[in-house]
Structures are given as C-alpha cells and as structure tokens.
C-alpha cells in the first residue's frame, strides 16, 4: 500500500517473485476483465466511462475470483496490490480469508513525502505524456489517498501487520528495504 507515486506497481511483481507467489493487482483484473469482454469487465468499463469508481461489491467479487484460482491455490499465496483500499473491502477481505482458511502475513506501507511524490509523478506524466498528470490532480489524488486508504492501514497497524518502507530511492534498494522488512517480519522466502 502507499500513496500514488509510491511505487506500488513497480515493486510488486518482483516481491512476489521473490516469495514465490502471485501478484493479484486490481487495476491488472480491471482491464484483463475490461479486455476479455467479461460481464464484470463490461460493468467496469461502464462505469469507469462514466467517470465513476467501482463499486467495492465489484471489486471485491474480482478479487476473490482471483483468489480462488488454481495458480494463487497452488502457489500457497498471494500479494495483493491496489487492494484493500477502503474499510469495507478490509472487512469483505477478513471474510473471504477467513472462510478459506487463510491469512494476511504482512502489510506493507510505501512511505513518502508528498512534495516528493508530486515531483516524481510530473516527471512521470511528461516522460508518459499524461496531459492530465499535473501538480493539482495529483496533489488531490494523494490527498484522496490519505483520506480514503490511510484508515486502512490503522487496522492493519493495530493488527500489527504493517511493515512501514521509504519509498524513495532507487528501484533496487526500495525493494531491497522491502524484502529486509519482510523476511524480519514473516522469514526467508523457501
């Protein structure tokens, strides 16, 4: 987890492929699903045409489907990325892992300075060419973060599940920080 800009995406595949599990990213499932034509992807694209966010019912479904599947069974685990981000989909979450007997091991936290981040991401949005990355949506965006996903990680802090992790350095030594906190936290990938 941690704010736009983060990292997130950048870091997750490869910390699952340091664990030996898979990456269940919810932006991955929506445009697979949008891609495929699937009744939920033709329900995401409507709403993601419609300017709206997807719903966490929506959300949640696609990620338990994935749950589910034989490859994330087979391979004993999973890292999700992009979810959970808002109270109800933790409790939906607990619910799922809870009736297929399995467990979160560890959250962790991207940590960076706004200022940082909105530099990072205009550098990014020129680079990409993403007209409609400037300074203010970004801002907002981050903002929309900690409003929203923040109170996400005060449970999983209160679980004490929570690896906190800078997240500014180059990409090897942020995933280097990233597999130190975990393998102290849940041990050495087999």
Request: proline share 4%.
């Amino acid at each position: 987890m941690g704010p736009p800009g983060a990292g997130k995406g950048t870091q997750a595949d490869a910390i699952a492929d340091h664990y030996g599990i898979v990456t269940i990213s919810t932006g991955q499932l929506f445009r697979d699903n949008i891609q495929l034509g699937t009744a939920l992807g033709k329900q995401i694209e409507s709403l993601i045409a419609g300017g709206n966010l997807v719903p966490d019912e929506v959300t949640n479904e696609m990620v338990f489907q994935r749950l589910a599947s034989p490859d994330v069974r087979k391979r004993g685990g999973f890292l999700l990325d992009g979810y959970p981000r808002t109270l109800e989909q933790v409790e939906a979450l607990d619910g799922a892992l809870l009736r297929s007997r399995r467990r979160l091991n560890a959250v962790v936290a991207l940590v960076a300075d706004p200022d940082q981040l909105v530099e990072r991401l205009l550098k990014r949005a020129e680079i990409e060419g993403r007209a409609d990355d400037n300074a203010e949506s970004i801002r907002h965006r981050i903002d929309v973060y900690h409003a929203e996903t923040a109170p996400v990680l005060d449970v999983y802090r209160e679980r004490g599940l929570t690896v906190e992790v800078d997240a500014f350095g180059t990409v090897e030594e942020v995933r280097h920080r990233i597999t130190s906190a975990l393998d102290a936290k849940v041990g050495q990938p087999a």
